[in-house]
């Protein structure tokens, strides 16, 4: 029996191979082109993608050499702090810690103003207090008497002839003292020469010339009004300001009062030594308290001039 001939769906088959044979070679150009176009992105996906690993490693770059540089830096940091560290423990187990320290620096300090005041004599920046650590206690314990000398040598070896000569030159370079000068320099002349009485004489009404001046006051001026004017320069109230002891002996000891006939209580009374009331006055260490009150002043009242310059 032939199965071809009588075979119903012979053409059936045969039509479907025709078929089959009709779409072979567009699909294979169609994966052929696929295939192409995958290659053409996959090139252009590598190339970007090798590009974005270039930049992000020069973005790096810099960000880890700045790393490795601050490493260094902690690195080579590291024996100092340690150091440091060391000396605060050695500081700290000898003189406790910086609250303490600074709490002990500021008693110091205002037993230094309290004995100066006690002295009458003016606190002054050049002085260093810790020079006078515990001879405040000593003074209470045992009396004026027994430390007063002590004291004043060693205020007179503080200030010695070329540091008043500093001080006056530096007045020299205060444009409104220039009227004055020729004044200041006879007075700080006779303190170097030992005239004492005329260092004092001569200097003792600059001082009142210059606070009614800086504080452009006209007029008549009473003991009240030169009271304020001292009081509006010697202002300052830190922790470590000289300006509250400067202004009690400003107060209490330039201007104090006097009744002719009477003790006369301040050794630098401007008004008992410019009346003729004084005749004990002329002396080195009274002279000085005239200098270092006058040089103090100037400091302040020429830097409230640079503030109001400015």
């Keep these: 029996m032939n199965w071809d001939q009588n075979d119903p769906y012979k053409e059936f088959r045969r039509q479907q191979a025709v ?10 150009e169609w994966k052929r082109q696929q295939q192409a176009l995958e290659n053409v992105l996959n090139i252009s996906m590598r190339k970007m993608m090798k590009q974005q690993r270039e930049f992000k490693s020069l973005m790096e770059s810099p960000f880890r050499d700045l790393q490795e540089q601050h490493l260094q830096l902690l690195r080579n940091m590291k024996p100092i702090a340690d150091y440091l560290n060391q000396q605060q423990d050695i500081i700290q187990r000898s003189f406790g810690t910086l609250p303490k320290l600074l709490k002990k620096a500021s008693k110091d300090f205002e037993q230094y103003k309290k004995l100066m005041i006690k002295l009458n004599f003016p606190p002054h920046h050049d002085m260093d207090y810790k020079d006078f650590k515990g001879i405040y206690e000593f003074y209470i314990a045992n ?27 530096n007045w020299k370079t205060i444009g409104w003292l220039d009227k004055r000068i020729a004044i200041l320099d006879e007075s700080i002349t006779n303190y170097l020469e030992g005239r004492y009485h005329s260092a004092i004489s001569t200097l003792l009404p600059q001082i009142e010339g210059i606070i009614i001046e800086r504080g452009n006051v006209t007029g008549y001026v009473s003991q009240k009004e030169m009271k304020r004017l001292g009081e509006e320069v010697l202002k300052d109230t830190g922790s470590f300001s000289l300006d509250d002891a400067v202004k009690l002996f400003y107060i209490d000891c330039v201007l104090d009062s006097f009744k002719h006939g ?3 209580k301040s050794p630098l009374s401007r008004h008992a030594i410019l009346h003729g009331a004084d005749t004990k006055y002329g002396y080195k260490m009274n002279a000085l308290r005239c200098i270092l009150f006058f040089d103090y002043l ?10 109001l310059d400015s």
Aim: net charge positive; glycine share 4%; hydrophobic share 35%.
């Design 262 to 264: 009477q003790i006369i």
């Design 19 to 28: 078929i089959r044979q009709a779409f072979k070679n567009p699909v294979r």
């Design 143 to 169: 009396g004026e008497e027994e430390v007063e000398e002590k004291i004043y040598q060693l205020i007179l070896n503080n200030y010695f002839d070329s540091k008043i000569k500093s001080y006056y030159e």
């Design 298 to 307: 100037i400091l302040k009242l020429n830097g409230v001039n640079r503030n």
